[in-house]
T-cell receptor, first 115, second 114 residues
Framework: AQSVTQLDSQVPVFEEAPVELRCNYS??????LFWYVQYPNQGLQLLLK??????LVKGINGFEAEFNKSQTSFHLRKPSVHISDTAEYFC?????????????FGTGTRLKVLA | DVKVTQSSRYLVKRTGEKVFLECVQD?????MFWYRQDPGLGLRLIYF???????EKGDIPEGYSVSREKKERFSLILESASTNQTSMYLC?????????????FGPGTRLTVL
């Protein structure tokens, strides 16, 4: 069965420090990969996505992610975080299996940036 | 600017009431989705629709139904609300070619069933 795992439910980090949010997926078919961010009391918005081509994908707000097919991972990184990056981050995959479209979200990682 | 709007940000209902959650998108998207979001469980798909009057069950459709009479509007209905349906409900839309397109989300409706 297909699944998305975000191992860290919460990640505290000091302002201006680097951060990595981990995402691993399990699938026997090809997938497309996404990262979304949810600020407090808001819906989700797209940070970045990987469809094909270069495995390093750059997104909005200085975030980037690297697709690693052998490790089935799509970790999100930022070299220097700001207080405003405090939010919940969701990894997602889309795929088709047995003719059915599926869009699967991870359980989320709550990033808390400390002053 | 693309927009998905939901009829209420906060809603409080009583057990057994019929509840309607409305979602409207202005992007002429074919696909629309309803999710519920619970702490530690992420987003779980309730129903989605790929065209007017078309619907497909998601992962947790029990206790819910949907209606899509117009392309821009997708309604989620709780026929008889129960306390275990207290949750954040998120609506989303996407254009055709769903596999590689992002979903656009509304701000969410936080529903409390007493």
């Amino acid at each position: 069965a297909q699944s998305v795992t975000q191992l860290d439910s919460q990640v505290p980090v000091f302002e201006e420090a680097p951060v990595e949010l981990r995402c691993n997926y399990s699938s026997s078919v090809s997938v497309y990969l996404f990262w979304y961010v949810q600020y407090p009391n808001q819906g989700l918005q797209l940070l970045l996505k990987y469809l094909s081509g270069s495995t390093l994908v750059k997104g909005i707000n200085g975030f980037e992610a690297e697709f690693n097919k052998s490790q089935t991972s799509f970790h999100l990184r930022k070299p220097s975080v700001h207080i405003s990056d405090t939010a919940e981050y969701f990894c997602a995959v889309s795929l088709t299996t047995s003719g059915t479209y599926k869009y699967i979200f991870g359980t989320g990682t709550r990033l808390k940036v400390l002053a | 600017d693309v927009k998905v709007t939901q009829s209420s940000r906060y809603l409080v209902k009583r057990t057994g009431e019929k509840v309607f959650l409305e979602c409207v998108q202005d992007m002429d998207h074919e696909n629309m989705f309803w999710y519920r979001q619970d702490p530690g469980l992420g987003l779980r798909l309730i129903y989605f629709s790929y065209d007017v009057k078309m619907k497909e069950k998601g992962d947790i459709p029990e206790g819910y139904s949907v209606s899509r009479e117009k392309k821009e509007r997708f309604s989620l209905i709780l026929e008889s609300a129960s306390t275990n349906q207290t949750s954040m409900y998120l609506c989303a839309s996407s254009p055709l070619g769903t596999l590689y397109n992002e979903q656009f989300f509304g701000p969410g409706t936080r529903l409390t069933v007493l």
